[in-house]
């Protein structure tokens, strides 16, 4: 399975992703890490 995401989802994804990294240095790049970490498991693992 791959995931793809919409262009609404991707916009929210990039303003998450802003957001964090203007709270504290690095957390940004550590979210994203965990959203594609989730993303591979749901893709390895789509039925649960």
């Known amino acids: 399975m791959i995931v793809r995401l919409l262009p609404a989802a991707q916009s929210e994804l990039d303003e998450a992703i802003h957001w ?22 749901i893709e390895r693992h789509p039925t649960g």
Do not use: C, H, K
């Not at 504290?24 to 890490?33: E, I, K, T, W, Y």
């Open 20 to 41: 964090y990294a203007q709270q504290a240095p690095g957390l940004g790049d550590s979210f994203l890490v965990e959203f594609l970490r989730t993303i591979q498991l």
